[in-house]
T-cell receptor
């Protein structure tokens, strides 16, 4: 069964610190992996999208990595800000079924001053 | 830029009542989707549409119906609401399903919180 598992479920860090969120998936064959940010009471917003041939992609202070061999991805947030407090969702798409996006349950990040 | 607009934002229903959630997008996207989000679970696809006049079932379609009479609108209907349908519903749209052109990046609405008593 295609699955996307994220860890940790929740995380609290101090403003200015870095953190890394993990995503493991079993979707095969794999097409691409996305990270979304979801603020409380809002819809998810795309941060990055990576194909199997990409190892790293950055979007400002957000850097996503992908290891297609081990089926693992991480999202690294540098110099966290209070506005980074949100849920971060890993989403994986398989080949030939692009509409069947498999969503992880997300990591809830709280950045404290 | 309005993007994807969902109405209503909140609704409380009694078991057995019916209602319709409206999704409107102004980006000329071909594809539209309805998801539900429940605590501790990832978003699950209810129904989707690949163009005006077309609809298809997703992962959890039972108890829901949809219509796409106009390209910009995608309606989600509950004919007889049940407490199990208490959830936050998200509409999304995208340019394409396949390939990396636009990479099938979904633009989501702000969500509609539905409570069924």
């Amino acid at each position: 069964k295609n699955q996307v598992e994220q860890s940790p479920q929740s995380l609290i860090i101090l403003e200015g610190k870095n953190c890394t969120l993990q995503c493991n998936y079993t979707v095969s064959p794999f097409s691409n992996l996305r990270w979304y940010k979801q603020d409380t009471g809002r819809g998810p917003v795309s941060l990055t999208i990576m194909t199997f041939s990409e190892n790293t992609k950055s979007n400002g202070r957000y850097t996503a990595t992908l290891d297609a061999d081990t089926k693992q991805s991480s999202l690294h947030i540098t110099a966290s800000q209070l506005s980074d407090s949100a849920s971060y969702i890993c989403v994986v798409s398989g080949v030939d079924s692009s509409y069947k996006l498999i969503f992880g349950s997300g990591t809830r990040l709280l950045v404290r001053p | 830029n309005a993007g994807v607009t969902q109405t209503p934002k909140f609704r409380v229903l009694k078991t057995g009542q019916s209602m319709t959630l409206l999704c409107a997008q102004d980006m000329n996207h071909e594809y539209m989707y309805w998801y539900r989000q429940d605590p501790g679970m990832g978003l699950r696809l209810i129904h989707y549409s690949v163009g005006e006049g077309t609809t298809a079932k997703g992962e959890v379609p039972d108890g829901y119906n949809v219509s796409r009479l106009k390209k910009q609108n995608f309606l989600l209907g509950l004919e007889s609401a049940a407490p199990s349908q208490t959830s936050v519903y998200f509409c999304a749209s995208s340019y394409s399903l396949r390939g990396l052109s636009g990479a099938n990046v979904l633009t989501f609405g702000a969500g509609s919180r539905l409570t069924v008593l």
